[in-house]
């Protein structure tokens, strides 16, 4: 015998986990309307920024505590006039939109941020590129070993403080020979970017520091010889390539326009020249979109 259920044990049976769905939909509202609320408090300066720059996140009001993350990489808010702001990085080789998440007294703002167009020069190669010969093991293990280092000074200085105040200063007064960003593209595709700056110079020229920071790291390296890295704390690192002579050492407090080195031709290159690389965390940037780069 079949036994039917009259609407009644329906109601029974259903009546409760109705009313937690509801419950749940109204919490799922509620969290969205505050989300909203806290997202419109948070602005980008510029509105756009473009790819391979830094720029600021700002938080409008009152705020006991902010924080958040934009590519991976945490922001370190600071007071200011008109609530906190913080600096961020956009990757060079991102496009389109954004992510950030932004978090106010516990309350998270989601953001998808509009990028404007990179517009770095693009050498399209006829030709295959030129790889020279695949590093020997010991050779690639030498260049993991330096990558690794490098990163390590990247994650550090989110731990540092920030030890910079005023402009970032250019590392040479000579003229930019080749700059940020240019891309090389081999059949649609990029097969290597330029992600720093070049400064003209004779060997033997002062290289000086972008900013007040810590002497991470000082090295001979594969392909960037004679190196020395920066810490500036909040996430900013700067680094110096090719040098001819390293005047610092690991663990020296310089500020900005201190002489680091001299300009040399170490490591890859086919000339003397300095590299000056910009990086927020792991983000490499145009040095000249530094705070208050001059
Ligand atoms: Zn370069």
Redesign the pocket.
Known sequence: MRRSIGPGVLTRALGPWCVVGVLIGHAVVAVRAVEAQATRRVQTEPASPRPGTVFRVRVAGESRAVSGRVAGEPLHFVRDSVGWSAWAAAPVDSSGRLAALVVIDGDTARLSVALSAGAYRVDRLRVAPQFGRDPDSATAARIAREFAAAKAVSRGAHETPALFAGAFVRPRASRVT?GFGTAREFNGAITSR?T???FAGAIGAPVRAAQRGVVRLVGDFYYAGRVVYVDHGAGFVTAY?HLSRVRVVEGDTVVAGSVLGEVGATGRVTGP?L?FVARYGEISVDGRTLPGWR
Request: hydrophobic share 25%; glycine share 12%.
């Open positions: 080749s330029h720093g700056v070049d390539f020249h590299h």
